[in-house]
């Protein structure tokens, strides 16, 4: 597991995207390399509108700014932090460009630990700084499976999800952790108010999510981790 690199704050964007339909190419001055142009500070910035993703960009980073850019890197080289990474993204004649963009790391509560109970985590999504045309939200079930498998089956028991570990790695963003995970998924019955999770674990070379269908029956757990998700027309 690797170290923690930063934590995702309800302050981490800043700004909204500009209406455009263009895909643009920005020459990044700050000591430009030839031949480098994916070095923070160096090279070329390829940047795109949201309207513009395509589905081959899965793994593209979202700008604070409201913009696509090819890498964590390239949106440094703009000025621009990055605050999600695209791992899901569909295109159907009716609803055009649709996609779910995972948080580049665990939302972190400075009050209870590094773990939320549900009702907090919540609310502390909720004023998240907006990136336009794009809603922050807790991860639903479907959501989880569709980033970490490209489709839904609503699925019961252990799966396999190694191209989702592979995609972290690469697109450089913080390693889901070997722990519980709230969804947004709950249900109320004789036991109380329960909120669904889904547990990770890394299990020898193998990333694994259990799909067990554990409803907590209380939400005030604050073990739990959260992991916003960034869904644009979806």
Not at 125 to 131: C, G, H, L, Y
Not at 150 to 178: H, M, P, T
Request: net charge negative.
């Amino acid at each position: 597991m690797k170290t923690r690199r930063f934590f995702l704050t309800a302050a981490l964007m800043a700004g909204l995207a500009v209406a455009s339909t263009a895909l643009t190419a920005c020459s990044n001055d700050d000591n430009p390399t030839p031949g480098n142009s994916d070095a923070p500070g160096t090279g070329l910035i390829t940047v795109k509108e949201l309207s513009e993703i395509k589905t081959s960009d899965v793994g593209w980073a979202i700008g604070a700014d409201g913009k696509a850019y090819s890498s964590v890197w390239q949106a440094m080289g703009n000025h621009t932090q990055t605050v999600a990474v695209l791992t899901y993204i569909t295109n159907t004649p009716d609803k055009g460009i649709q996609f779910l963009a995972i948080a580049y790391d665990d939302m972190r509560n400075d009050n209870l630990g590094y773990g939320h109970d549900w009702d907090t985590a919540i609310e502390t999504i909720k004023r998240i700084d907006p990136i336009a045309g794009c809603q922050w939200r807790m991860p639903s079930v479907k959501d989880w499976e569709l980033m970490l498998f490209n489709n839904y089956q609503g699925r019961e028991g252990v799966e396999i999800c190694d191209n989702f570990w592979k995609l972290q790695l690469s697109a450089n963003f913080v390693e889901i952790s070997k722990a519980y995970y709230w969804t947004s998924d709950t249900k109320i019955d004789i036991s109380g108010r329960g909120a669904r999770e889904i547990v990770f674990r890394y299990e020898g070379d193998h990333l694994t999510a259990d799909f067990n269908s554990r409803y907590w029956p209380y939400r005030n757990n604050n073990n739990s981790l959260v992991r916003p998700v960034l869904a644009y027309n979806m």
